[in-house]
């Protein structure tokens, strides 16, 4: 496929968000455009202008209306020039246009949290770690900030320089289960935990019951893509060897999807 220089726009929110800040780092660090978009440019900006949208933890809320952040404080607070970064994704108006943007042809990059949009859209999976149909307790499943051990699918260039597994930062991470009738030409385990005992650092209890569990998937969504990772691949700028999942994300979400050999 053909590359060419990338439009990328990245969630914040006023008073910042601490994983945006990080995610704005990386991408300062290894030269990326890109620009800074707040709830308020969701609902009114172009978004066509940008080739890919990267949503850090804590960006979209799932389908009650919890879980993302933002809001903020009375306008009249606020100097004038920093009113319109206030406000917060929501479920009735930027999700939609966030979602008619990627079946337009766009890509979007979600993490953590953020991983809700693949909900919102509709794909073919639901939450891995439940016992009939209730979430695990944490007296059965624990795991804060750890390093796990997962299993790489060579399926598509968005695990191009990636080994046949990885060590992915979890904490409290979706992890997820596809549907028995999804369509693996649309919606495709890139990364899953496929052992018992993944803990490669910190502590998990309970860790058996992510066996089977999913946690990178790309999926087809009209005529764009979404990727969604459960894990954080970009946590405080720290995990070197997920980075390449976002960059693999930013490039192969803006190709045009010739092959090279054309």
Aim: no cysteine; hydrophobic share 35%.
């Amino acid at each position: 496929m053909e590359l060419s220089p990338v439009r990328i726009g990245l969630w914040d929110q006023y008073g910042g968000s601490m994983p945006s800040g990080w995610t704005r780092m990386i991408l300062e660090d290894f030269e990326f455009d890109f620009d800074v978009l707040y709830p308020p440019d969701f609902d009114t900006a172009d978004l066509n202008e940008y080739d890919v949208l990267v949503f850090e933890d804590g960006a979209i809320p799932d389908a009650t209306g919890g879980g993302g952040r933002g809001g903020g404080p009375d306008p009249a607070t606020i100097p004038e020039e920093f009113r319109r970064r206030i406000g917060r994704v929501t479920v009735d108006q930027t999700v939609p246009r966030i979602l008619d943007y990627v079946r337009g042809g766009g890509a979007v990059v979600a993490i953590g949290t953020s991983t809700n949009l693949a909900m919102h859209a509709g794909l073919p999976i639901s939450d891995h770690l439940v016992e009939n149909g209730e979430p695990l307790p944490r007296e059965k499943y624990f795991t804060p900030g750890s390093i796990l051990d997962m299993k790489v699918e060579h399926i598509s260039p968005l695990t191009h320089g990636f080994g046949e597994r990885a060590n992915v930062l979890f904490s409290h991470s979706p992890t997820f289960r596809l549907s028995a009738g999804a369509d693996p030409q649309r919606v495709r385990t890139v990364g899953w935990y496929n052992t018992g005992e993944p803990l490669r650092s910190g502590w998990a209890w309970g860790e058996q019951y992510l066996v089977g569990g999913v946690g990178v998937i790309e999926a087809d969504y009209g005529e764009g893509k979404l990727f969604i990772f459960g894990p954080k691949i970009t946590f405080r700028a720290q995990p070197h060897g997920t980075f390449g999942f976002l960059f693999n994300s930013i490039y192969y979400g803006a190709a045009n999807g010739t092959p090279i050999s054309e």
